[in-house]
């Protein structure tokens, strides 16, 4: 049986599974209508599955990679396609990976917990890595995510890293608005998978309803001047939202995934490293020498006001 993990500070809960790749798979806020979960999760029976990934820290690379295929250092490395209607592979394998559990720490305002995966001869990543996550949950309505990733290995490795959340404010997204900052939308084909192109998309820089918008697009975030930039994702009839932030810069989490899912309950906001297929365009793509380390941040904030 997969076992979970609860964090509690304040009204703040999170549930977590250390064996599923730190998926997050319900968080509590205390809202200005009472305590909600605000993740759109799974349910017992499909955890060990989670067919959409979901909530998910995604490594070595995250999104689509072309035919499972990429080239590194002269070599040539094949992961399993495990999306057959683009024929290409999802997410990597971290989310189905067990973590140690090395560190928790609880006060009256925060409670985190410190998770480390080894990665040492996986099919399609033959290197050598530690990936340590650190969540640390809020009791005024917070989630902070962490991660470190370090190269182990006497060569040099490839590194894209992700996080897969689908966050519901208990409604249809049609009584929702979302805003974003600047941002290009990287165009992709028919598979998925990015031509090279970028367009500007200003849809959102003004907040704008989800009533009639479908998303499944990868965006790119200025690095230029580095810091927090915010997604925006709230219902003014339920009465509250959601604060998605990442840390871009020269080596942030510079790019995001949003996705409106069929049944339209959710928004999947997803912060990465790098782009679509990014073992191969090389967008984002972080490569560590011997013993380097890579490190992002991200989370989600509540906002009471909206």
Same mark, same amino acid.
């Given at each position: 049986?997969?076992?979970?993990?609860?964090?509690?500070?304040?009204?703040?809960?999170?549930?977590?599974?250390?064996?599923?790749?730190?998926?997050?798979?319900?968080?509590?806020?205390?809202?200005?209508?009472?305590?909600?979960?605000?993740?759109?999760?799974?349910?017992?029976?499909?955890?060990?599955?989670?067919?959409?990934?979901?909530?998910?820290?995604?490594?070595?690379?995250?999104?689509? *990679? +072309?035919?499972?295929?990429?080239?590194? &250092? /002269?070599?040539?490395?094949?992961? !399993? @396609?495990?999306?057959?209607? #683009?024929?290409?592979?999802?997410?990597?394998?971290?989310?189905?990976?067990?973590?140690?559990?090395?560190?928790?720490?609880?006060?009256?305002?925060?409670?985190?917990?410190? *998770? +480390?995966?080894?990665?040492?001869?996986? &099919? /399609?990543?033959?290197?050598?890595? !530690? @990936?340590?996550?650190?969540? #640390?949950?809020?009791?005024?309505?917070?989630?902070?995510?962490?991660?470190?990733?370090?190269?182990?290995?006497?060569?040099?490795?490839?590194?894209?890293?992700?996080?897969?959340?689908?966050?519901?404010?208990?409604?249809?997204?049609?009584?929702?608005?979302?805003?974003?900052?600047?941002?290009?939308?990287?165009?992709?084909?028919?598979?998925?998978?990015?031509?090279?192109?970028?367009?500007?998309?200003?849809?959102?820089?003004?907040?704008?309803?989800?009533?009639?918008?479908?998303?499944?697009?990868?965006?790119?975030?200025?690095?230029?001047?580095?810091?927090?930039?915010?997604?925006?994702?709230?219902?003014?009839?339920?009465?509250?939202?959601?604060?998605?932030?990442?840390?871009?810069?020269?080596?942030?989490?510079?790019?995001?995934?949003?996705?409106?899912?069929?049944?339209?309950?959710?928004?999947?906001?997803?912060?990465?490293?790098?782009?679509?297929?990014?073992?191969?365009?090389?967008?984002?793509?972080?490569?560590?020498?011997?013993?380097?380390?890579?490190?992002?941040?991200?989370?989600?904030?509540?906002?009471?006001?909206?």
């Amino acid at each position: 049986m997969t076992k979970a993990i609860q964090l509690q500070a304040g009204s703040s809960t999170a549930t977590l599974y250390p064996e599923l790749g730190g998926m997050i798979n319900e968080l509590e806020f205390a809202t200005p209508v009472g305590v909600r979960n605000v993740i759109d999760g799974v349910v017992c029976s499909e955890l060990p599955h989670n067919p959409g990934y979901r909530s998910a820290v995604l490594f070595p690379f995250a999104n689509r *990679l +072309r035919d499972g295929r990429y080239q590194f &250092a /002269g070599k040539s490395h094949q992961f !399993a @396609v495990n999306e057959a209607v #683009t024929q290409t592979a999802l997410h990597g394998f971290l989310y189905r990976t067990a973590a140690n559990i090395i560190a928790e720490e609880q006060t009256a305002t925060a409670h985190s917990v410190t *998770l +480390r995966y080894n990665s040492t001869a996986e &099919a /399609g990543y033959p290197f050598a890595a !530690a @990936v340590e996550l650190v969540y #640390t949950l809020r009791a005024e309505g917070a989630l902070d995510v962490e991660l470190t990733v370090t190269n182990r290995d006497d060569c040099a490795i490839p590194v894209v890293i992700g996080w897969h959340p689908y966050y519901t404010l208990g409604c249809d997204l049609a009584e929702c608005q979302l805003q974003t900052p600047p941002m290009q939308r990287c165009e992709i084909d028919e598979r998925m998978l990015p031509t090279g192109g970028h367009t500007i998309d200003e849809r959102f820089t003004q907040s704008m309803s989800l009533t009639d918008t479908q998303l499944d697009n990868c965006f790119v975030l200025s690095a230029d001047s580095g810091g927090e930039q915010y997604v925006r994702f709230y219902s003014k009839s339920v009465g509250y939202g959601l604060e998605l932030w990442q840390q871009t810069g020269a080596y942030g989490m510079n790019f995001l995934q949003l996705y409106t899912p069929p049944e339209r309950q959710s928004l999947a906001v997803e912060p990465m490293s790098g782009g679509i297929d990014a073992l191969n365009t090389g967008e984002g793509l972080q490569i560590l020498e011997p013993g380097q380390q890579y490190q992002g941040a991200f989370g989600v904030r509540l906002m009471k006001q909206v």
